[in-house]
């Protein structure tokens, strides 16, 4: 069964850093796009970086220059570097697999999400 778990969130004061990691398991899928979503208190769940099976990645345009996705394809793992953080960054974030079966279709996979908060 898919398992996808995150971790390296926590509590930090504002202009530090976190490390957002997320291990896939019981893959048995190729990965169009894995990475990161997330969503505060009262707010809708928003992407905040992914990056896809050929390397191209997407980020918020309120993350762009402060975070950075990576991944290791051969490990089916993501990671979410966070520097500079702010307040506002405080949320749940989710690990997401975008998911293609050999037979064409696809599946969206979510982690339990790790709670990140930053402090003024």
């Known amino acids: 069964q898919v398992q996808l778990v995150e971790s390296g969130g926590g509590l930090v004061q504002a202009g530090g850093s976190l490390r957002l990691s997320c291990a896939a398991s019981g893959i048995t899928f190729s990965i169009n796009a894995i990475g990161w979503y997330r969503q505060a208190d009262g707010k809708q769940r928003e992407l905040v970086a992914e990056i896809r099976s050929g390397g191209s990645t997407n980020y918020a345009d309120s993350v762009k220059g402060r975070f950075t996705v990576s991944r290791d394809n051969a490990k089916n793992t993501v990671n979410l570097q966070m520097n500079s953080l702010r307040p506002e960054d405080t949320a749940v974030y989710y690990c997401?697999?975008?998911?293609?079966?050999?037979?064409?279709?696809?599946?969206?996979?979510w982690g339990q999400g790790t709670q990140v908060t930053v402090s003024s």
């Open positions: 997401h697999v975008d998911a293609v079966y050999r037979t064409g279709n696809r599946y969206n996979y």
